[in-house]
Each structure stands twice: as C-alpha cells, then as structure tokens.
C-alpha cells in the first residue's frame, strides 16, 4: 500500500471531524444567541427612540424633525432612520423595523466578519467557526443587535465591505466603495473605515 492510500483515509476523517466541529459550534452558538435575544425580548435602548421618533413624523407628513416645527438635525444614523422609513411604508412597525435591521446586520456580521479575517482554506473552517461562536455567545453583542440602534447593522455592512475587500485582493473596488460610502451614511465615522481600504488600497497597490 502506497504513502497516499495510507493518508488518505486519515485526511477525510479530518475532513469529516471538520465539519461536524463547525456545524456544532454554529448550532451552540445560535442556541446561545436565541437565549440572549429572549432575555433582552423587551428591551429598547433609548437612544434608539430618538431615531424611531424622526421616522414616524417623516411617515406623518411633518419631515425629519423630532418635535414639529423645529428642524433641527438631532440624529447621526440618517441610514438608519431611512431604512426604517423604508421599512414602514411596506408595512413594519417602526420598532420591529429597527430591530429587523440590527438582526441582519449582526447575520452579516458573524458570517462575513470571520470569513475576511480568517483565509478561505479548509484547514481554517474551524476556526472560522469559534469565531462565529464567539459573537453568538456573546450577550452584548447580540443585545446590542436587537435594541433598536445602528450598530448592528453598522458592524454587519463593515464586515461585509472588509470581505468584500479581501475578495478583492486586498483592493477598494466598486463595491466595497459604495459600501464604505453606505457606512457613511448609516453613521458618519464610517467615512474613517472609507479611508482605510483608501489607504490599503494604495499602500498595496499604488494609483493604479
């Protein structure tokens, strides 16, 4: 029996063990996850009522204003309060739209964030799931997706944009410039992680 045959065997029990460890982590973590949200079922950050509130008087015919009348630019997640504005008028209430956009951007996040920090080779599939573990585990993290502020959904559009760029070879293409230009207006320090990619982009790459 050859070197190979006698390896082989060996590499796709690893293989196999691979999967199965990820696929455990990702459950536990969702189980973890899951239990986090149902403690924090009911819980709104207040902070996040200043965006609801911006919402419902644009939906009411009144514009952007917090108390009528009085234009004044008292929030800094316009891209926030616009999705939900979106979300409204397809039929959302305003503080399920709010956390529905912190749930997807805190998706995004464990699934991309890890997968633009870690290699796409097989040896790194496990830990690209302790990684996803880890943010599931978390009772912040997931809290903080699910109380009605911009985070999650801020964080889950960087660690698309940082994937995104690694796709890229490590280059600010189109698209990670339209989701940097998103982060932006979701939040406007989103414009630092702009001139991050900027900066890597031509550090690896020059003005090509």
């Not at 305003?94 to 290699?119: D, E, K, N, S």
């Not at 944009?161 to 698209?175: I, L, N, P, S, T």
Request: glycine share 12%; hydrophobic share 50%; net charge positive.
């Amino acid at each position: 029996m050859s070197q190979a045959s006698r390896t082989e065997p060996q590499f796709m029990s690893n293989a196999s063990l691979s999967r199965w460890a990820s696929k455990a982590a990702l459950l536990l973590g969702t189980a973890l996850a899951l239990l986090s949200l149902w403690i924090s079922w009911d819980a709104v950050i207040d902070d996040a009522l200043i965006s609801l509130r911006y919402a419902r008087n644009f939906v009411d015919g009144h514009g952007l204003v917090f108390n009528l009348g009085e234009y004044v630019e008292g929030y800094t997640n316009l891209g926030q309060v616009l999705a939900i504005i979106g979300l409204r008028y397809v039929g959302f209430d305003y503080l399920f739209a709010a956390r529905l956009l912190g749930v997807a951007g805190g998706i995004a996040a464990v699934y991309f964030g890890p997968a633009a920090i870690l290699p796409d080779r097989r040896g790194q599939r496990v830990e690209r799931a302790v990684a996803r573990l880890l943010l599931l585990s978390n009772f912040f993290f997931v809290y903080m997706c699910w109380t009605g502020l911009e985070t999650g959904l801020y964080i889950g559009v960087l660690c698309l944009a940082a994937w995104c760029f690694k796709r890229g070879g490590d280059r600010m293409d189109a698209v990670t410039g339209m989701l940097a230009g998103l982060l932006f207006v979701i939040r406007p320090d989103g414009a630092l992680y702009g001139l991050v990619f900027l900066g890597f982009t031509l550090h690896a790459h020059g003005l090509r």
